[in-house]
């Protein structure tokens, strides 16, 4: 298989700064939109953090039933799925929502951030708990860890539901910088991170380790996706991504064996607070389908 080149790194990194707001949007665009900030999380049944490979990987627990795990975002915590969590619940799952590490109430050390690094995280979070198997439902990073998951441990997940995934750095698209959600999405994952931390302190330097990895990472070739087998697989989107490129998203979707394709009409990436019904509604449709 030839691959084309992909953009370059150059435009590449203003492309994700400018839609992670971490470089000037388009004049007007940010003020123009808007992103509801997520209802708070309802109090956990266990909370408590993971000693693992350098780092202490927070989690919290809900609910009883079969459990699923929840992966955030790049630069987010568990507190961005605030519009998902109760929808969990009243369908009868326990949920389980780790923060990654370096991110939110987890720690990290001096190595750089990595989504294969992250997917141990979960695995150890999974073992302290004794879950010895559990759905997953990730957005954008969290979506590229949970088919991390799927390839590397199959056996302890049985469904990824993942929204807004790239599994190469070709899957982004170059034009995100002019997204009007630039500015809007800076400002409510800072906050969320003062939130989680207590000061704001940190947050430049975890948005550069943030931006280093999602530029040089994720790297797996369809070979290595087509050997997925084991869990069920549902590739989801906003089909007005604007982040991820629809060519990739249906190239996924296409190359993981079995994979389910899945558009939120009229919904973007940050769709899980801007349509959280809809998203609900699909990712509930897939968990118990």
Known sequence: MVRKPGP???TRRAALAGALGLAVAAPGAAQAATLPAPPPLPPADVEGRVAHDGAQIWFATFGQGPPVILLHGGLASSDIWGGQLPALL??????VAID???????????RP???????TDVVAVMDFLDLEQAS???WSDGAIIGLIMAMQDPDRVTRVFAFGANMDVGGLNPLAIFSPMAGPSEALLRAEYVRDTGSARGFRALSAAVIRM???QPNYTSAELAAIHGPQIAIADGDHDEIISHRHTRYLARTIPGAELIWLPHAGHFAPLQAPDEFNSAMLDFLGS
Not at 100 to 110: A, E, W, Y
């Open 113 to 119: 951030l990595s989504y294969a690094r992250m997917e």
């Open 214 to 216: 999602q530029l040089t």
């Open 90 to 95: 009243a369908a009868g799952y326990r949920v």
């Open 8 to 10: 370059s790194p150059l």
């Open 100 to 110: 990654s590490r370096g991110h939110g109430r987890s720690t990290r050390d001096r």
């Open 136 to 138: 997953v439902v990730g």
